[in-house]
């Protein structure tokens, strides 16, 4: 479980692909250099990239570096494949029992891939507008909450497959996003809580069809009402 809250930038040293090129549908493992080193760093530990959650198999004893794996199944469902050595990456480490939730719950399990389409000076901010895949719409609100590369941020105005949010200066300088440009492509996760409450939802909503004029008596009678 992660914040959004970014702890420190990296840079990609070496990227592998176990059992050689095109193997095992094109997994791979990463080598980061971490700007600043994680103290008290462990092996088996989440650390999020980008916003994907992956898993420490190995560090240095100061936390100056670390390996982490990508199954194939999270290269094709993130940007983790255009990684390079060299790219740079957001990192946030798990959140601890106690820590303060800076920004709000993510799971570091990306739903998809949005496309930067616009960035705009607004006095020291920046206002963001990102297209991504209409099927994750309905998990973006206004006045909600969005990880981008992992990073948490705001949405000030959504629609169905569009979200606008101000970056203010700290978030800015401190995490990758100041490298964004229009037709970047960056990971997204929506609100965690609006998942599952959509899920829960889902078989009321499948019951009261629009194509029967919303809640009919028979739907009342069976609920209770």
């Not at 100061?62 to 990456?89: N, Q």
């Not at 297209?131 to 105005?157: H, K, Q, Y």
Request: hydrophobic share 40%.
């Amino acid at each position: 479980m992660f914040t959004g809250i970014i702890q420190a930038q990296g840079e990609v040293l070496d990227r592998d692909t176990p059992g050689g090129a095109g193997s095992q549908g094109g997994e791979a493992r990463f080598r980061i250099r971490v700007f600043g080193g994680m103290p008290g760093m462990l092996a088996g530990e989440a650390i999020a990239v980008n916003g994907v959650c992956l898993t420490v198999e190995r560090h240095a004893p100061d936390g100056a570096w670390y390996v982490c794996y990508a199954s194939g199944e999270t290269l094709f469902l993130t940007t983790l494949h255009e990684l390079k050595p060299g790219g740079r990456v957001n990192l946030e480490r798990a959140l601890a029992m106690g820590d303060r939730l800076g920004g709000h719950l993510v799971s570091g399990h990306v739903d998809g891939v949005a496309v930067v389409r616009s960035i705009v000076p607004a006095g020291n901010s920046r206002i963001i507008e990102l297209n991504f895949p209409s099927e994750l719409g309905s998990g973006v609100i206004a006045r909600g909450s969005v990880a981008l590369d992992g990073v948490s941020l705001t949405v000030t105005a959504c629609g169905a497959d569009f979200l606008r949010a101000n970056v203010i200066p700290e978030t800015w300088n401190a995490t990758g996003i100041s490298a964004w440009k229009p037709g970047s492509r960056v990971n997204m996760e929506t609100d965690m809580i609006g998942k599952y409450v959509a899920r829960f939802l889902a078989p009321w909503q499948e019951r009261v069809r629009p194509d029967t004029g919303g809640l009919t008596m028979e739907f009342l009678r069976e609920h209770g009402f």
